[in-house]
């Protein structure tokens, strides 16, 4: 497993919701696969890997039969809500398959938290700050930075209003 993927790790939100740090070699598809995950979705600017990096990681999950989505969202930025309201959507549409789904971005501490906690005040019907504990709960270092917050905030109250 990769320093970085054991530096990092991930951890369960749900039983069927993980979220956490971007794979970076086959023994961390490895580990995604030993615990069920069936479909990845990711949150990381291809900039982020090093070179040939990620076409490694598509290669693993690949020969895994994990699917990938990708939703790339800028580190330490905002959170774009059309692309918010894709990742929420398609995670919720995933758990609703039954799919055991892995959430990451580079560290598992700000996009990948944001998504879930979108994904757990849906699903739960409580509000963002609720969410957002209760992902921290799973994961202590889920810390989305204060702008993502309002951004997550922001989205919430648009997706509750429209219904």
Not at 43 to 51: D, G, R, W
Not at 101 to 106: D, P
């Amino acid at each position: 497993m990769s320093k970085w993927f054991r530096t990092y790790g991930f951890a369960d939100v749900y039983q069927d919701l993980l979220i956490g740090a971007y794979p970076l070699d086959e023994d961390d598809v490895a580990m995604l696969a030993g615990t069920g995950v069936t479909r990845v979705f990711n949150l990381v600017e291809e900039e982020e890997y090093e070179n040939g990096t990620h076409e490694s990681v598509q290669a693993a999950l690949a020969l895994r039969q994990i699917e990938e989505h990708r939703l790339p969202m800028t580190d330490f930025g905002g959170l774009r809500a059309d692309v918010l309201e894709l990742a929420v959507d398609g995670v919720l549409a995933s758990l609703a398959a039954g799919e055991r789904t892995y959430v990451h971005c580079r560290a598992g501490w700000q996009r990948s938290a944001a998504v879930a906690a979108g994904v757990v005040a849906l699903r739960d019907g409580v509000d963002v700050d609720r969410a957002l504990e209760r992902v921290r709960a799973m994961k202590p270092t889920a810390e989305p930075l204060p702008h993502q917050c309002d951004d997550l905030r922001a989205w919430y109250r648009w997706r509750t209003a429209a219904g």
